[in-house]
């Protein structure tokens, strides 16, 4: 387990943004989004952060700057990827419209006076000095009429570098932009075009006519009365970065029953562990309604589905029950109903899906009472590869936003010592973090230390927080 980075104050001197444009004419029209793009709980930017190492050598004589490389990059990316350097807007219905203008997404380049080591051993969430990192300019950072990507590389003293980019979520989701990312980087390399070709397709994922809901959508179900909502209060949240080795899980897995242990997935295992333990730590009410919201990628659930498509086709199923029940049954209670939730999730859910969103106004799902997840142990966004070698980190640049304390992403990463493992960044109510920390050193030290021995239940241990 790591801890924030030791890295203190630092300047970054960033030169005037400026908007990058197709570097060809492309097609000026409007395309629509899908009913999975464009409900509310959406509409938001996201960003993600990559760390480079310097490049060794330049193949050929290329350019060694890789601000100039990525920025010539991507404008010939927009040639194929051009709805990007449109503009949203809204249609009847709220329903979000791409006006296909090729104005370009805002870029912008900048140099710090840090090296990658002043980052710390650990290189993991959270960033200090992330703000300096994350190119965004205020006025132009709306949802309708603005532009869709911001990109900043970041030189480093050492010769790295750190790319940064905020994406307004509509457009993609996290496989579409590795997607994106991975054309960028292709061209980088001498790619003359990428070698997936970008698929719109948006009308798979719009609603019927008429529209039906056909599948039970719990995230989007109003919570039971409760004299304590929970939705965390933003002024005391601490952000803390978990590393989990493939032995511990292991040592997690082998707590499961037998006829478990099989079935449940790297994912599922994890999930319902910080699940209970985020529970227990945030002293719920016992009879208090709690959720926990996969963030799926749907695309395997269609048979076929395109290749190259780059919208959204994410699944958010819930596994509900009561902090009492989560916090005072054994991991494997927990384990298959995220199991259960996450076996929902089929080409019809996703059209009933689309449905819902259109029928009830385009609502966000429902994040009181949530815990939400995200695998992205094989998103890809640590494959992207602009000529300076795979990034030593590349996930979700952290912040403290309304999202952040209930969302816990899983990133691949090696340790300082060289273990592969997943890194998950957890952000908690001050109150509420060392009460975690406590049981998460606990449930693993008593999974290590009774090693396999069928259903080791430590709910007894658990009990005493709520």
């Known amino acids: 387990m790591g801890s924030a980075s030791p890295l203190k104050g630092f300047t970054v001197r960033r030169k005037n943004h400026e908007l990058v444009r197709p570097a060809r004419p492309t097609p000026i029209e409007t395309k629509p989004l899908s009913d999975i793009d464009d409900q509310d709980g959406v509409r938001f930017h996201i960003s993600n952060i990559h760390f480079y190492r310097k490049r060794p050598t330049v193949v050929g004589g290329g350019n060694d ?16 990827y051009y709805p990007f350097a449109g503009r949203l807007r809204e249609e009847a219905g709220r329903k979000l419209v791409v006006d296909c203008t090729g104005e370009g997404v805002l870029f912008a380049e900048a140099d710090a006076d840090v090296t990658l080591d002043d980052f710390g051993e650990e290189l993991q969430p959270p960033f200090r000095g992330l703000d300096e990192l994350l190119f965004n300019v205020p006025d132009n950072c709306g949802i309708l009429y603005s532009p ?67 599948c039970a959508h719990p995230e989007y179900d109003p919570i039971p009365d409760t004299s304590k909502p929970i939705l965390l209060p933003l002024e005391h949240m601490v952000c803390r970065s978990f590393f989990f080795s493939q032995a511990e899980i292991s040592a997690l897995r082998s707590s499961l029953p037998p006829h478990l242990r ?49 919208g959204n086709v994410l699944a958010t199923p819930a596994a509900v029950t009561t902090a009492r029940k989560l916090v005072n049954n054994p991991l494997a209670y927990a384990a298959e ?65 309304p999202v952040v304390g209930v969302i816990g992403f899983y990133i691949p990463k090696k340790n300082s ?23 998460i050193e606990m449930i693993l030290s008593k999974v290590e230390s009774e090693g396999d021995e069928g259903d080791n239940d430590f709910s007894l241990n658990l009990r005493s927080a709520l």
């Open 337 to 401: 109903l995220v199991m259960k939730a996450k076996s929902e999730v089929t080409e019809e859910y996703m059209q009933s899906n689309a449905d819902l969103v259109v029928l009830r106004g385009r609502p966000s799902v429902n994040l009181a009472t949530a815990y939400m997840v995200s695998d992205l142990t094989r998103s890809g966004f640590d494959e992207v590869d602009f000529g300076w070698g795979k990034p030593i980190f590349a996930g979700p640049a952290i912040s403290m936003n």
């Open 148 to 214: 869709l990507l911001f990109i900043q590389v970041t030189r480093l003293r050492c010769g790295g570098f750190v790319l940064t980019y905020i994406l307004n979520h509509t457009m993609a989701d996290g496989a579409g932009m590795v997607q994106f990312m991975s054309a960028v980087a292709e061209i980088a390399r001498g790619a003359s075009a990428p070698s997936v070709t970008p698929v719109w397709m948006r009308h798979l994922l719009r609603a019927r006519d008429p529209p039906r809901i056909t």
């Open 65 to 80: 700057d890789p601000a100039k490389v990525i920025k010539a990059a991507l404008a010939e990316t927009l040639v194929y």
């Open 417 to 439: 010592k060289g273990v592969n493992g997943m890194v998950v960044p957890v952000c908690l109510p001050e109150f509420a973090m060392q009460r975690f920390i406590d049981q």
């Open 262 to 310: 099989s079935k449940c997935s790297n994912f599922e295992i994890l999930s319902a562990c910080l699940w209970r333990c985020r529970t227990a730590a945030l002293q719920l009410e016992p009879d208090q309604q709690v959720r926990l919201l996969c963030i799926i990628n749907a695309r395997s659930k269609f048979k076929p589905f395109p290749r190259g498509y780059y």
